[in-house]
């Protein structure tokens, strides 16, 4: 069974609107969360590192304003993608580090289709 | 600057046929490496995860191989079945919590 749970699975919303992605992992306590977007056919890119009750590392040219990430829990991290446009529409992923296999044991979520029309 | 290269870019083979990935690296510090399966439309799962030390690691029919010196792995896959196709990507750590991927290859089964 699933150890990351991400929901929505898809979301539809219209331009200009937020849209919030939730990232859980299940029955363990990840302090480390990943946020990634997935383009078709490409691989996924990272966007932001996300620590419990910090503030996310966001990679090089990731818009922090328009990408709020906030890890508010051992188990919970969201993504909210404020004023989305078109070009906001992707596959999002979200990883947790830990678990039974320790620090090196990544667990992906199932990730979320964001369509922006 | 950290790189991985995975080879081929995609792969068509029958059913039951044996086929071998690669990936190189230019990753350093390097910490492991991992490969994933990642059906279309899904969240990539784990497959193997290798660290410095470990040269051959399995999993059912995959298996994967490292050479830390010349900083190349590969993936074998076995007896391919139908629901082998998917993108399988290979990932390397460095001693940092940063995740280098590669493109991955797309692997399609036919019957």
């Known amino acids: 069974g699933a150890v990351v749970s991400q929901h929505p699975s898809w979301v539809i919303c219209k331009s200009g609107t937020s849209v919030k992605i939730e990232c859980r992992s299940l029955?363990?306590?990840?302090?480390?969360m990943f946020w990634y977007r997935q383009f078709p056919k490409q691989s996924l890119m990272l966007m932001a590192t996300?620590?419990?009750?910090?503030?996310?590392?966001?990679e090089q040219g990731v818009e922090k304003d328009k990408f709020l990430i906030n890890h508010a829990s051992l188990t919970l991290s969201t993504l909210t993608v404020t004023s989305a446009h078109p070009e906001d529409s992707s596959f999002y992923i979200c990883s947790a580090r830990g678990g039974v296999g320790g620090r090196n044991t990544i667990y992906f979520g199932e990730g979320s289709w964001l369509t922006v029309v | 600057k950290n790189q991985v290269e995975q080879s081929p870019q995609s792969l068509i083979i029958l059913e039951g046929k044996n086929c071998t990935l690669q990936?190189?690296?230019?990753?350093?510090?390097?910490?492991?490496l991992r490969w994933y399966k990642q059906d279309t439309g899904r969240g990539p799962v784990s497959l193997t995860i290798m660290t410095f030390s470990e040269n051959t690691k399995s999993n059912g029919r995959y298996t994967a191989t490292l050479d830390a010196d010349t900083k190349q792995s590969s993936l074998h896959i076995t007896a391919s079945q139908l629901s082998d196709s998917a993108s399988y990507i290979c990932v390397v750590s460095a001693n940092t919590d940063k995740l280098i991927f590669g493109t991955g290859t797309r692997l399609q089964v036919f019957p």
């Open positions: 996300s620590n419990e009750g910090s503030k996310a590392t966001y």
């Open positions: 990936c190189n690296y230019t990753v350093s510090p390097f910490s492991n």
């Open positions: 029955d363990f306590q990840a302090t480390t």
